[in-house]
């Protein structure tokens, strides 16, 4: 009796402190899960910030644009900001605003000083054309040159073949010359590179930006239109939230959705145009 007594009490305080470990495993559990709460809302916050501040940043280039292959004279002070800015003006933009003046959008070509704020080049390779950065006074000026560039930006002396085997009987189909300065929405640093790697994705037919922000079409849906919201989301979530909306627009019969204003040329890419994989 007395040994059974014993082996009682023993049990209890096992029990007892069994009862006891249980509860802290179950409050540290519990803990444990009050905290991954609090990081993963912590992270929400932080990612928050991220595109408020992306975003504020974007907004801030708004003004200016990218130009590729301006090349500045030889002789010329290039850290001079009145000397990129009448490059720029000379090379760049009065064959544009000629333009405007034609279709009635402006009466005369503007002064230099009155649309230009300041011009700067931005570092480079020794063997590369720096890119040059334009800030305009008013985004409407800017608007007006990406809606008219297409149509009178100075190009290249050459035509871009489309079908290079094609017979040499003038079937061939060619696509207008290249822009002899390209120029493009200034992105961000993650803009960008948000924008290259959804352009190198074997699922993306093009991406480019229209006022800062992102859009695309998919190679299985190309009349789709597709938007970038949170550039901090994963590649493989952004593609196939987009294959999902497309699914549910073709079985609706609702596929007219390219409005996608690349008409008004406003858009930019990695390569000097639209993104997109031969």
Known sequence: ??????????????????????????????ENKMLKESLDEKERELELVRIRVNDQEQYMRSWSIRILDL????????SDPNVVMKVVFDVVLTPIFEGAVKVGLLQVVPEMLSVIETA??????????PPVICRFYSRNIKAMLFKLKK?????????????AGAAANNTRKQRPARLATPFFEDLTRQNFAKMRSLANDDRILSCWSVAGRLRFK????????????????????????AEEESRKKEGSGNTNN??????????TTSSGRNVRKP
């Open 1 to 30: 009796a007395t040994i059974m007594t014993e082996l009682t009490k023993v049990d209890a305080k096992f029990d007892a402190r069994f009862d006891k470990f249980e509860r802290i495993l179950k409050d540290m559990k519990l």
């Open 71 to 78: 090349k500045i004279p030889a002789g010329l002070n290039k």
């Open 120 to 129: 700067h080049i931005l570092p480079a390779k020794a063997d590369k054309t």
């Open 151 to 163: 149509e009178y930006a100075t190009r290249l002396n050459t035509t871009n073949t489309e079908e």
């Open 218 to 241: 998919l190679k299985a849906y190309p009349n789709q239109l597709h938007h970038v919201h949170n550039i901090y989301e994963l590649n493989d979530d952004i593609i196939n939230t």
């Open 258 to 267: 390219s409005q996608s204003n690349t008409n008004s040329g406003n858009y």
